[in-house]
């Protein structure tokens, strides 16, 4: 503890579950445990912990998976190098409409609404039938533009036949304001994480369509992020924090500790919301809609189980395919060398092994390739991996990234011309 370069450090969050490694990690004594004094800052926007993480009124914060490299590649904001030695949880969010629409989707095509995964082809003939009305576009809400929120939604909406950027409005919203712009009417719908998917139903004005772990089995979602110059300037203090983040994030998988966890959460400081609904999410999924039995799941948000924390850099390569799909970047853009300069496994493994915790020996995996629970033997120690499948069949290799996108028919594809 004697080298830390520095013991008091400011991070960030938003009040969202999946910062729940962060808050776990100060309240549960591990931050301290490092000799580290850890002051957690709530934020209102994703906006805001780009710019005070940027300019160094934070020295790192819970961010979204893509947002380190949008910030490196100078795609929002200034550019400045970020890296994310620490992914916070796979999964947690979720894809919500009006209740109202939920309704005209039931009455246009019952069937589809019956089913699971729910598609959007209900809401593709919703539509289509506004359209022929003469009516306005819908519009969807997402927290950003470089947001797993957005490329989800976006995924869910194209593999329906939905094209994100000219069938609907897409604006931006932060996570807290998500339930109550839908209640006033002025949002359709929104993808956001837990808890607020959550809270729209309960409130009666929202529906669930369909959650994430339902598009893609594991998906990543949240980071560890900070700038590449301070983690250069203060190596032990990284890995003092990664060290804690890592003992957090094991203690908020076990199923015994969901409930106090829950219950940190909601607090003033944190949430700032209703601990039965915070909690619905980290003890099983919520409701798809009111009156509704949630279903008991742990999978829902998984913090470390299925070597959750790790960074791997097929997921990096994955948001830069979804970038380079909806034309946030164009093909002349290296992913692979920018997926390797931001997400740093490298940094992860040296905390696991402080700790004498497994971690992965490879990058990258093939995503989208295990229908059922599978081991990964490329470790320290054999991890026990969760199924991956996308909810559309795909497969995604980080070694074909372009081809990968090429195959979808929905897209916007920068050329260099």
Known sequence: MSRLERREVRLGFIPLNDAAPLIAAREKGFFADEGLEVALSREASWANVRDKVAVGLLDGAHMLGPLPIAC???????????????????NGSAVTVSRALAEAMRETDPQGMASRPRTARPLKAVIEARRAAGLPLLTFAVVFPFSMHNYELRYWLAEA????????????TPPPRMAERL???????FCVTAPWNAQAVADGTGEIMIYAAEIWRVGPDKVFGLTADWAERHPETLQALLRALLKASAW???????????AILAGEAYLNASPEIVGQSLVGSPPY?????????????IYHRYAASF???????????QMLRWGQIGPEVDVVRVAE?????????????????PAPLVEEKVEGAHAEPWRLDEATTPIRMAPDLFFDGRLFDAAQPERYVRGFEIGRILTNS
């Open 72 to 90: 490196s590649l100078g795609l929002s904001g200034p550019s400045i190098a970020m890296i994310a030695p620490f992914s916070l949880n796979l």
């Open 161 to 172: 036949g939905v094209d994100p950027d000219r069938d609907v409005r897409l604006v931006i």
């Open 183 to 189: 209640a006033s009417g002025e949002i359709d719908g």
């Open 252 to 262: 908020c998988d076990e199923p015994a500790n969901r409930a106090e966890l829950g």
């Open 289 to 301: 809609a009111q009156g509704e039995p949630g279903e008991a799941s742990l999978d829902y948000v």
């Open 311 to 321: 960074p791997w850099r097929s997921h990096a390569v994955w948001f830069l395919t």
């Open 341 to 357: 300069a931001v997400y740093r496994p490298d940094l992860f493994r040296i905390a696991a092994a402080a700790l004498g915790e």
